[in-house]
Every structure is written in structure tokens, then in C-alpha cells.
């Protein structure tokens, strides 16, 4: 693998993060599984000791640096443990920017240094039982009430909906004259009307807890709205790239952890009397792993790289979702292949990162949608032909 650009302070939060990953979610990481949701005490823990959310400014509690690279280093370590079922960075890279980018500064006072310490745990509940990378087919809307907005609608599959105490719920503000206006609402634990439905029994990702939830006529005070509540949908789109990117960063990291334990099984099995690391198939197919990973990683990076500079397009964020997400799922399926029989037992690690890798194909866009959204830079010309003539 080509050398890769971390600081020297980054290099010391690399080894700090891992030493905290195997004391606190190493011991405990089955346990979660079994029961179906990840302890609330983790995420307090983590942000106690500042691994939570590095980024936000001191004045909420973060370091105040915005280099991706800090996250990118807290989900390669997760998943070297294999933890990608606690939801972190869901919680702090994913969710909790949308606070800092369109809430107000009452907003931010009141929120962020509770997320920072892990008091408060984030959920975003976008995806509906029908409308799922669809958001135009919403159905959950939000009445202006003059003092407040009353909010209805159901949502489901919503990660850390068990666990989370402030949910961002995306709903249409006037789905009559303009289906395209939505609104972001800041919906809080024990506000009236706001129930949790199930915790969601799953092929992978067994510790994190996937809800649904239901919101029947919840008052949601106007000072819970964040920003104007007629461009949600354009927030959203906003944070898309970094969350295609965070995805690319996380299967790929899978996918490295994956060739690990896949290549140290080959090295130890013996077949017909010699490792089955000796066996040419077994070489070739290892040496095309190798390289994809090598390669994917090396975009990743330099996605990375642009994504701190603000010029991370939606073309190159989906380009990097769609390929590390498929790159995963094949090489956990050549590991579970690999490993034989022993591949489909659940005492081996690689049998349960193929139960966990079938997600990152679906979540976070398709990977359709994600080829929908390169032909777009691939034919551009074609469609401003076709805006032309229109």
C-alpha cells in the first residue's frame, strides 16, 4: 500500500482511539449484538475522553478541527475492532453537522456540547416505509401553527432510533401548492406523540438499533426548526457527498479487515497437505484483492483530501460509494468462499462481516442511484442538450 498522508498528531489520535476501541468495545461488542442495541453508556464514554465528535469549535466542547481525516481514522479503527454497529459516526459526522450548518446559535448553545459529551445521542429520520432513496414520494408533513409546527407521519429504519434522544425528522411544509418544500424539525425525546415503534430484527449489523417511529400530532416549538423550513430538501442534498464519503471510508475499511482475516485463514488451512495459501486460485484471487483495495484506497484518500478543500462533487462521493460498497460485498463473499465450510459458521469472523457488508449496497443511496448520478457528469452534455430543448 502507498504511504499514506496522516499528521503526527493524527498518527497519536490513531493510537489513542484504538487503545480506548479494545478496552470499551472489544469486551463488549458480542454482547451488544446479542442484545440488539449498543449500551447508551458507550457513546458517554467515548466523548468523555474526546473521541466522539472531534470537530466542533471549543466553545461546544470539540477540538475545533475540521479535518476529515480525524473521522476517517475513528471508522478505519471501529472497524478493524469490528464495531461499524456502534453508529458514531452516524451520530457525529452525519448527523450532528446539520446542526452546526443551519441551526442558529441558540440551537448550536443548546445541542452541541451535549453531543460532544455523549449526553445526547442523534438520529435523522428521512426514509418512510414508501419512500425510501425516493424522497419526493414523503408522506410526513408538519402544519404551521403560528407558535409552533404540527408534526405527523411515520418513518422507519431509522439507525440509533431506539437509543437517540434528538431525532432531525424530515417533513413536507406544504405538500398542496409545493411538494418540493420540506422542513428539518428537531423532534426530542419524550415530546408528546412521538412513540418508538420496534427495534428491527436484521440479516447484519445486529447491535445497532434500527427502529421505527411514529409521530402523531407532535408539537414541535418553531425554536426546534432549523433553518428555513421550506429548504430541507436542498439541506439534505448538502450533506450527501460527506455521507457517501463517510460510507466509502467505512466499507473499505470492511473490506481491508476482511482481507485480513481472510488471508491469515488461507495461511493456517491446510488442503491436500499444504496451505491453502499455496495454491495458485487462492494466490490469484488474493493478488486481485489486493490490488482493488490498494487502488480503491487511494481515491478514498484523495476524495478525502478534496472533501478538506470544499470541492468534493456529488459525482466523485458517489463514484466512491458505489465502488468501495461493491468492492466490500466482494470480498467478503470471496472470504466466505475462501474459508470453505467454516466460511458459513458463525464463530468466524468473515461470516459475519458478509451478513453486515449486503447493507452498504442499499444505505446511503443504492448503488443504482449512485450509477444514475455519475451517467449525469458521464452524458452531461446530453442533459444540457435536453434542459435546452425543453
Known amino acids: 500500500m502507498l ?26 461488542i458480542d454482547t451488544w449484538r446479542e442484545q440488539g442495541i449498543v449500551d447508551r453508556e458507550m457513546f458517554k464514554k467515548a466523548g468523555d475522553q474526546g473521541f466522539l465528535m472531534v470537530w466542533p469549535d471549543e466553545q461546544y466542547g470539540g477540538m475545533g478541527d475540521r479535518d476529515f481525516r480525524f473521522e476517517q481514522i475513528i471508522i478505519e479503527e471501529t472497524a478493524n475492532v469490528y ?26 448553545a443548546r445541542f452541541l456540547p451535549r453531543c460532544v459529551s455523549g449526553e445526547i445521542i442523534l438520529a435523522v429520520a428521512m426514509t418512510e416505509p414508501d419512500a425510501g432513496s425516493d424522497l419526493a414520494g414523503m408522506r410526513a408533513v408538519a402544519k404551521d401553527m403560528g407558535d409552533h409546527w404540527l408534526l405527523s ?13 434528538v431525532v432531525i425528522v424530515a417533513a413536507k411544509t406544504d405538500p398542496e401548492n409545493n411538494p ?15 412513540e418508538r415503534g420496534r427495534n428491527l430484527k ?6 445497532q438499533d434500527t427502529a421505527e417511529l411514529f409521530f402523531n ?4 416549538p418553531k425554536e426546534n426548526v432549523l433553518g428555513d423550513p421550506t429548504l430541507g430538501f436542498l439541506y439534505l442534498m448538502e450533506g450527501l457527498a460527506e455521507e457517501r464519503l463517510i460510507g466509502a471510508c467505512g466499507f473499505l475499511s470492511g473490506a481491508q479487515k476482511a482481507f485480513e482475516v481472510t488471508r491469515e485463514f488461507c495461511m493456517q488451512r491446510k488442503v491436500f497437505g499444504k496451505p491453502l495459501s499455496k495454491m495458485q486460485n487462492t494466490q490469484f484471487k488474493m493478488a486481485e484483492l489486493r490490488t482493488e483495495i490498494d487502488v480503491a484506497q487511494a481515491y478514498v484518500d484523495q476524495c478525502v483530501a478534496v472533501h478538506n478543500r470544499g470541492a468534493l462533487t456529488a459525482e466523485d462521493a458517489a463514484k ?38 449486503r447493507i452498504t449496497r442499499i444505505f446511503a443511496g443504492t448503488s443504482e442511484i449512485m450509477k444514475l448520478i455519475i451517467a449525469r457528469e458521464v452524458f452531461a452534455e446530453n442533459f444540457v442538450e435536453f434542459v435546452d430543448r425543453a
Not at 407521519?153 to 434522544?165: A, L, M
Open 3 to 28: 504511504p499514506r498522508d496522516f499528521t503526527e498528531e493524527q498518527q497519536m489520535f490513531r493510537s489513542a482511539y484504538r487503545k480506548f476501541l479494545e478496552q470499551e468495545v472489544v469486551p463488549n
Open 83 to 108: 464495531g461499524g454497529d456502534w453508529a458514531n459516526t452516524l451520530h457525529s459526522r452525519l448527523v450532528a453537522p446539520y446542526i452546526d450548518r443551519f441551526g442558529s446559535d441558540e440551537q448550536k
Open 153 to 165: 407521519g411515520n418513518k422507519t429504519y431509522i439507525t440509533n432510533g431506539i437509543n437517540s434522544d
Open 180 to 194: 418540493h418544500a420540506m422542513g428539518l424539525f428537531l423532534v426530542e425525546r419524550g415530546m408528546e406523540g412521538f
Open 202 to 207: 436484521k440479516m447484519g449489523m445486529k447491535a
Open 217 to 220: 400530532e407532535v408539537r414541535v
Open 320 to 357: 466512491a460509494k458505489l465502488y468501495t460498497s461493491e468492492l466490500l460485498c466482494r470480498m467478503v463473499d470471496e472470504g466466505v468462499q475462501l474459508h470453505g465450510g467454516a466460511g458459513y459458521m458463525d464463530e468466524y469472523p468473515i461470516s459475519r462481516m458478509y451478513c453486515d457488508a
